[in-house]
T-cell receptor, first 110, second 120 residues
Framework: QTVVTQEPSFSVSPGGTVTLTCGLS?????????PSWYQQTPGQAPRTLIY???TRSPGVPDRFSGSLPGNKAALTITGAQADDESDYYC??????????FGGGTRLTVL | QVQLVESGGGVVQPGRSLRLSCAVS????????MHWVRQAPGKGLEWVAA??????????PDSVKGRFTISRDDSRNTLYLQMNSLKTEDTAVYHC???FGEGTKYMDVWGKGTTVTVSS
């Protein structure tokens, strides 16, 4: 069974930079996994931030960026703001019509 | 604008069935595949099912395969999730989402969800 790994929690100071990662239990993440990232605040629907590793969805501020450093996908927030405090999920396409979400990272801005 | 509105959630006993609906508006429904994603209380997102734009391909994780069926009615601009043999661990908020394009593998628009509670 494929497991997608994320840090359970992270904290960042206002104005600071934070990088969240997304890994695969069975090996390296690649562009063939089409990494995407979603932001969710409690009680709300998810919001799509990044798709195809590093493409921002329309309307997403450029302080959010995606990359593939090494064997993991990454979401970097540069110049964190108070309303960036949310849960962040990565989604990987595994193969043959199977998608798996990571467990999510709870980001605190303080 | 694009809108996805789920309905059909409720309280159901273990072993029973429930059908969820997702009404779509704001774009040509038949042009995109669709997904269902759920979130159990206090837990993360879990992908539940996907269907191609023409309904010819359907995909499920092992956790629901054989119990859940995704379908679509393009004449009604509506996506469905038929859930049979429900278990307590199926308790969750169920969201529908749009599969942006079948050459891509992500979800670009989300509904607010409908709550399913499986309890005796």
């Amino acid at each position: 069974q494929t497991v997608v790994t994320q840090e359970p929690s992270f904290s960042v100071s206002p104005g600071g930079t934070v990088t969240l990662t997304c890994g695969l239990s069975s090996g390296s993440v690649s562009t063939n996994n089409y990494p995407s990232w979603y932001q969710q605040t409690p009680g709300q629907a998810p919001r799509t931030l990044i798709y195809n590793t590093n493409t921002r969805s329309p309307g997403v501020p450029d302080r959010f960026s995606g990359s593939l450093p090494g064997n993991k996908a990454a979401l970097t927030i540069t110049g964190a703001q108070a309303d960036d405090e949310s849960d962040y999920y990565c989604l990987l396409y595994i193969h043959n019509g199977i998608w798996v979400f990571g467990g999510g990272t709870r980001l605190t801005v303080l | 604008q694009v809108q996805l509105v789920e309905s059909g959630g409720g309280v159901v006993q273990p072993g029973r069935s429930l059908r969820l609906s997702c009404a779509v508006s704001g774009y040509p429904f038949r042009e995109n595949g669709m997904h269902w994603v759920r979130q159990a209380p206090g837990k993360g997102l879990e992908w539940v099912a996907a269907i191609s734009h023409d309904g010819s391909d359907k995909f499920y994780p092992d956790s629901v395969k054989g119990r859940f069926t995704i379908s679509r009615d393009d004449s009604r601009n509506t996506l469905y999730l038929q859930m049979n043999s429900l278990k307590t661990e199926d308790t969750a908020v169920y969201h529908c989402s749009r599969w942006f394009g079948e050459g891509t593998k992500y979800m670009d628009v989300w509904g607010k969800g409908t709550t399913v509670t499986v309890s005796s």
